[in-house]
Structure formats: C-alpha cells, structure tokens
C-alpha cells in the first residue's frame, strides 16, 4: 500500500481560498498512490484562532468541494485533514473529512479532544463524541487529530473497533516536537498498528511547527520522517503487517481492564 503525507506549509502571506487551489492541485498530484492525508486545520492554521469563526464552512462546503474533485481526479482515498466546520445547529467543530476515490464523503471525524486548557480551540470549538474509523480495500483506517495523540484511550477504542492503521494530522508546534515522534510510535506500539501522522510546515500565528511528519509500523519502526518544511513524504507498506504481529505477539490478547467482563 503506497501512502503520501502532505505536510503542507500554513503562512500569513497566503490566501485560504489560495492555499485550498494549490492543495488540491498536489493532492492531484499524487495519482497513483493508494492514501493520501492532509495535515489539522491546513485551511487556516492550528493556532490561528482568530481565523476559525471567519473562516469556519459547513460541512459540504468549498474544501469539501475541491478535495472531493481532487480525490476523484487523482483517483485516492483522501483524508484531507481538518477544517473548522460551522454546524448550523450547534458550535464550530475541529473537523476531519475522508474522501473515497469516486470523491464521495466516507466519514467525517469531530475531534474528541480540543487543545488550549481554557483557550483557544478548547472554548472555541465544541468536542466530537463519535469514533470514526474508515474501511479500505486493504487496511480499516481509525481517525484521529492532534491532541488526540496524548490520549492513549481513544485508539484502543478505534482498534476495538477494527482499526489496523491509525491516521492522525495534525497542527503540532515545533516546541514540543519530541513528544510528536515519541507519542506517534508509542501508539504504534502499544495498538500494533501502522500510524500516519501528518503535521504541518511554517509558522501558525507566531507558534512555530514542527513538521516532522512521520509513519511508524506496528513494532514502532520509523519507515519514513520528514524535515521542518513543506514535503511530500511518501511510503510503502504492507498492511498484513498487523495481522503478522498481532499473531506473533498477541499481547492485545491480554488486555484485562476496560473490558466487560474482563478476559479472565
């Protein structure tokens, strides 16, 4: 399975509706893969609060519209990362949308766990309650954004749910770069899964990012890392991979707590 991370460069100086054209264009761009994942809330940047009321779409709106086209056209499943979505009935959402190859909507993920404390998104946007997770010929994808990353609960309940390769973009500042490699290949690990973790380039209001997009295997290999700037990184895997090593290993087997009733 062929896999490409966009990790797209988010700067003042350009335009949303700009960047959402030469987005679409490199995710054109990478026909011939199989997977294709943008980075958290590329349109306006992570930390660029001011922008997520001003710059907040519905759900079918126009990024839906030009990454739908750019899915069909490149012929990919796409998760095109995040957008501020505006629910018409409720507050702005942390949104994630997945794109089959015919360009229709597979799944959209509200993020589960909003970041800032008692800042920023976590006041600005409401917190999704759904697990998402997403069926492709060749692996069950499980959605997850960002801070999500810091709570190891979530996954497990996206492998128990069939998850097999973990998909998280992400907006993560360059501050706290080392937590992003160390967290994507503990869940890894941990839920004996593939991740795919795709961060963004540049600078969001001031905080700078870091980058570093990164797939990890299920023994918590690094198959690929990018640099600090914009890349395309792509790479080859073999989904059967987890099932090899849920075999070989099966301590997933043993889990005792959260279950109900426990295993023994």
Known sequence: MRASLL???????ESVDSR???????VRDQAGADLVVLPELWTTG???????????????????ELMAK????????????????????GPLYNTSLVFSPSGDLAAAYRKIHRFGFDKGEAVLMGAGRELVTVRLP????????CYDLRFPELFRGLVGAGAETL??????????RAHWTLLAQARAVENQAFVLACGTAGTHAGVPQAGHSIVVDPWGEVLAQAGAGEEVLTVEFDPAKVGTTR???????????GLDPPRR
């Open 7 to 13: 990790q797209i460069s988010v700067d003042e100086g």
């Open 20 to 26: 959402r054209q030469r987005v679409a264009a490199m």
């Open 46 to 64: 992570a930390f660029a609060y001011e922008l997520f009321g001003s710059e907040a779409e519905p759900l079918e709106g126009p990024t839906h």
């Open 70 to 89: 750019a899915a069909s056209d490149a012929g990919v499943w796409l998760h095109a990362g995040s957008i501020p979505e505006r629910d018409p009935d």
């Open 138 to 145: 060749d692996t069950t994808i499980g959605v997850a954004t």
């Open 167 to 176: 998909v998280v973009p992400a907006g993560w500042p360059e501050r706290r």
């Open 247 to 257: 075999e070989q290993f099966p301590a997933l087997k043993d889990r005792m707590l």
